[in-house]
């Protein structure tokens, strides 16, 4: 699986657009760009995934470069109840193994 | 919810005791998970189930044993723990396709503490 960077923490204000960015410049033709976040001491919460395209659920959207070396995560109105780690995790589907591979991610604090 | 369940959501036992974890999945998927975090470690995976069988099982104690009885249905069978099995123990489930993307769904977790 390809090797992913992220800030360690960042700050937005509740009711802005969060954006966070992931760097992943190894990835290969064949690897998604997962999101999930972890808020403290609870299981980790699957966000979005992508492969090429631009991508928008209702919880954020996931925009990739052409490239595919980096992507951003965006929420669109922070909300306090989004403060979490936010990790970006690149990996090929369907074969080998099933690990979820967390690093150690993006700390965002929403703040009033 | 996320459609995974877990009990319960804390633990606290004595090193000779035995106990199991259950999860629970209403997301009708073909695989699932048990995974431990410990205090400012990585998640690790300790075992995964795909369609009832176990596919993996990284290298866990033997004090650790994995049930599945179904596909919905997990269980994690606990005794003669040590102070370092305290963790959350977290359970996930997932829609496995050959080739395609599939993303896990965790549960909130069990809080075991072994004293």
């Known amino acids: 699986d390809a090797k992913t960077t992220q800030p360690p923490s960042m700050d937005c204000a509740e009711g802005r657009a969060a954006n966070l960015p992931c760097n992943h410049s190894?990835?290969?033709?064949?690897?998604?760009v997962y999101w999930y976040r972890q808020i403290h001491s609870q299981g980790p919460q699957y966000i979005i995934h992508?492969?090429?395209n631009n991508e928008t659920n209702e919880m954020a959207s996931l925009i990739i470069t052409e490239d595919r070396k980096s992507s951003t995560l965006i929420l669109p109105h922070a909300t306090l109840r989004d403060t979490a780690v936010y990790y970006c995790?690149?990996?090929?589907?369907?074969?080998?193994?099933?690990?979820?591979?967390f690093g150690k991610g993006t700390k965002l604090s929403v703040i009033p | 919810e996320t459609g995974v369940t877990q009990t319960p959501r804390h633990l606290v036992m004595g090193m000779t005791n035995k106990k199991s974890l259950k999860c629970e999945q209403h997301?009708?998927?073909?695989?699932m998970y048990w995974y431990k975090q410990s205090a400012k470690k990585p998640l690790e995976l300790m075992f995964v189930?795909?369609?009832?069988?176990?596919?993996e099982n990284n290298s866990v104690p033997s004090r650790f044993s994995p049930e599945c009885p179904n596909s919905s249905h997990l269980f994690l069978h606990l005794h003669t723990l040590q102070p370092e099995d305290s963790a959350l123990y977290l359970c996930?489930?997932?829609?496995?396709?050959?080739?395609?993307?599939?993303?896990?769904?965790f549960g909130p977790g069990t809080r075991l503490t072994v004293t």
């Open positions: 189930y795909s369609l009832e069988e176990r596919v």
């Open positions: 996930a489930s997932s829609q496995f396709r050959q080739g395609g993307p599939y993303e896990q769904y």
């Open positions: 995790i690149v990996r090929v589907s369907g074969a080998g193994s099933y690990q979820l591979t």
């Open positions: 997301l009708g998927h073909n695989a």
């Open positions: 992508g492969l090429k």
């Open positions: 190894t990835i290969s033709g064949n690897e998604y």
